[in-house]
């Protein structure tokens, strides 16, 4: 499977805007979320989702939340951070600073 890196263009995109597509193979390993007690009852939607997706889901949180009444609504995040030469410190710490305000010990290892 082929991703964009942080570098990369946006995509789709028209041809004048191809030749700024980076892609990369994605890693093999892929993270699940924790599993959760009650699978019997339990539903789970898996998606990546792109920085803008993140914002369009903040604000249907409203109706995801009133859809969902009566049930418990859990979400898992997962937060991946990386550039071609790797990660600059700089990044880093800012990541985690802003991480930690959304939830305390919330960092990138």
Known sequence: MLERTLASAPWPCDLGGAPGVRLRV????????????????????????????????????????????????????TVDLDREGGVSEEALAGVNAVLGKVKAGWVLR
């Open 26 to 77: 994605a890693p093999q390993s892929v993270t699940r979320p924790p599993q959760i007690a009650n699978p019997g009852g339990l539903r789970r939607a898996v998606a990546a989702l792109e920085t803008h997706e993140v914002v369009d889901l903040a604000e249907a949180m409203d109706e995801l939340i009133k859809a969902a009444v009566g049930h418990t609504l859990r979400l898992s995040m």
